[in-house]
């Protein structure tokens, strides 16, 4: 199914704190993180807007394509 792993997309909200934590949540932290599928939903509600796709597809584009550029504008290697 190609929506699966869209499953979890929710969690680019969730702070890396509580995502990486190790051991149990407190009630707070498991609150947010129960919060996950609703943003993930609203995410992609949003990206069902004839403008939002496109500005969404042009930004992930970007995104992909250089997600491994250093700053100056050099490709990145796995030993930078």
């Given at each position: 199914?190609?929506?699966?792993?869209l499953?979890?997309?929710?969690?680019?909200?969730?702070?890396?704190?509580?995502?990486n934590k190790?051991?149990?949540?407190?009630?707070e932290?498991?609150?947010?993180?129960?919060?996950h599928?609703?943003?993930?939903?609203s995410?992609?509600?949003?990206s069902?807007?004839a403008?939002?796709?496109?500005?969404?597809?042009?930004?992930?584009i970007?995104v992909?394509?250089?997600?491994?550029?250093k700053?100056?504008?050099a490709?990145?290697?796995?030993?930078s």
């Amino acid at each position: 199914m190609k929506v699966a792993p869209l499953h979890d997309l929710g969690k680019v909200g969730i702070p890396d704190h509580i995502l990486n934590k190790e051991g149990r949540f407190t009630e707070e932290e498991r609150e947010l993180m129960y919060s996950h599928p609703m943003i993930g939903g609203s995410i992609l509600i949003a990206s069902q807007l004839a403008e939002a796709e496109i500005e969404l597809i042009s930004i992930a584009i970007k995104v992909a394509g250089g997600h491994h550029e250093k700053w100056d504008g050099a490709r990145a290697t796995l030993e930078s």
